[in-house]
Every structure is written in structure tokens, then in C-alpha cells.
Nanobody, 120 residues
Framework: QVQLVESGGGLVQPGGSLRLSCAASGNIFSISVMGWYRQAPGKQREMVATIDSSGGTNYADSVKGRFTIARDNAKNTVSLQMNSLKPEDTAVYYC??????????????WGQGTQVTVSS
């Protein structure tokens, strides 16, 4: 059973910083792309940032220059450092990963989500 467990959400004032972490556990053979997505009330889930197994990154335009994604392949973890937070960053943030439990078979996994609220 593969699980993604997130941590690090909370309440922060505009201009502040938060760091989200996500750990993948279980019978994991390999992990391809890992990423963070978010969903604000009344809106669709959107990609925030992704990182592949070689460290290649992709960011939503709205977070470029403010957020940094990183991963530790040895520990099967991914993090999201969020700086200069804005009220519009308020959302539930979800960890995502493409995971293979057996060679050649890939499935998409999601964490349970962690709330990030940016408010004064």
C-alpha cells in the first residue's frame, strides 16, 4: 500500500513563508514525477509545481520566483518552499506522485491535502 503524507500547512500572514513536505511510503519500486497541486474553494485543482527524477522543474506562472520545489530521491520526499505568500495562495495543497510498485506499471497517487491560509 503506497501512501503520500503531507505536512507543513497552516496560517500565515501575507508576505510570510511556509514549507510543505510530502513523504511517500510503502512498497515503492520507483517514482517518476512528483508535484504539488492546489485547490481553492469553488475552483478547479491546479498544478503549482512539479519535479522529475532528474531534478527538472516546472512552475505555474503565478508562483514563479516565489515557490521552490525540491525532492530527495533517497528518502522519497518532495518539498515546497513558499515565500512571499499572497492571499490568493490560500488553498488546500496536495502532493502528487507517479509511482511504480512493480517494474513497468505506473499509478498516480495523491496525498490527503494540507490547508494553507494566507490572511492578516
Amino acid at each position: 500500500q503506497v501512501q503520500l503524507v503531507e505536512s507543513g500547512g497552516g496560517l500565515v500572514q501575507p508576505g510570510g513563508s511556509l514549507r510543505l513536505s510530502c513523504a511517500a511510503s510503502g512498497n515503492i519500486f520507483s517514482i517518476s514525477v512528483m508535484g504539488w497541486y492546489r485547490q481553492a474553494p469553488g475552483k478547479q485543482r491546479e498544478m503549482v509545481a512539479t519535479i522529475d527524477s532528474s531534478g527538472g522543474t516546472n512552475y505555474a506562472d503565478s508562483v514563479k520566483g516565489r515557490f521552490t520545489i525540491a525532492r530527495d530521491n533517497a528518502k522519497n520526499t518532495v518539498s515546497l518552499q513558499m515565500n512571499s505568500l499572497k492571499p490568493e495562495d490560500t488553498a488546500v495543497y496536495y502532493c502528487n506522485a507517479g509511482i511504480s510498485v512493480v517494474f513497468g506499471r505506473w499509478e498516480n497517487y495523491w496525498g490527503q491535502g494540507t490547508q494553507v491560509t494566507v490572511s492578516s
